[in-house]
């Protein structure tokens, strides 16, 4: 091979590098635009209901509209929308084995130093022969969040707690831990 073929050959696996990421960066771009919309709507709702209604009161609404947020931005979208947690508030909200290793690897992540305000993970996965493009990206723990999700739980907000979620693993919780992620879905 002559210099000139190598150069070519070079710049031709380059550019072959560059588009398999543009594939994949392009839907981790349109993934982060679902999430924030999810995460604004999810936002709104818990900061209204928290000025209006206080904490005990805001449980059954969550409770009732995480979900059907959840539910509607997945339909909005086309993508599956979800969140979850190593330690659940609610069942339904489990991680698979993709997503209990990527929440480990973000735990892992965040201990080296990195940003827990960043932490995103994509991937290309296979599911039943079918190629399918997954994303999380890690939900850190704020202020606010500690009023149901953190060490000291005032007792009204704990007894309510106990009532909707018999099973609750989600508290303890310090700002600046993680305390989920969000979870997207896409076949290819
Ligand atoms: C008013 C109490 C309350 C506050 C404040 C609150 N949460 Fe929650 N959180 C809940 C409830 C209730 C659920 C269960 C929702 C469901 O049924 O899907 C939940 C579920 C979650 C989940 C889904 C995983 C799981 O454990 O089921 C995540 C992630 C989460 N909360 C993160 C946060 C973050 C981050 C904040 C702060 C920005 C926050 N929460 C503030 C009550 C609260």
């Not at 999810?38 to 509209?65: Q, R, W, Y």
């Not at 932490?119 to 999380?136: D, I, S, T």
């Not at 890690?138 to 202020?143: D, L, R, S, V």
């Amino acid at each position: 091979m002559n210099k000139s073929t190598g150069v070519l050959l070079i710049a031709m696996l380059t550019a072959g590098t560059a588009w398999a990421d543009d594939g994949v960066q392009a839907h981790i771009e349109e993934g982060k635009g679902v999430i924030k919309a999810f995460f604004g709507a999810l936002k709104g709702e818990l900061v209204k209901g928290m000025k209006e209604h206080g904490p005990v009161n805001t449980i059954a609404t969550c409770s009732k509209v995480a979900p059907s947020l959840a539910a509607g931005h997945s339909q909005m979208s086309g993508w599956e929308v979800a969140r979850t947690s190593l330690k659940l508030r609610n069942p339904d909200n489990a991680a698979d084995a993709w997503e209990t290793a990527v929440l480990h690897e973000f735990e892992s992540r965040k201990a080296a130093g990195e940003d827990p305000m960043k932490l995103v993970k994509a991937e290309v996965v296979e599911e039943k022969g079918r190629k399918v493009f997954r994303m999380m990206k890690a939900i850190p723990t704020a202020e606010v969040c500690t009023k149901c999700h953190g060490e000291a739980i005032a007792d009204p907000v704990t007894a309510k707690l106990d009532e909707f979620y018999p099973q609750d693993k989600a508290r303890g919780y310090k700002v600046g831990d993680l305390r989920g992620a969000f979870t997207l879905k896409k076949s290819l």
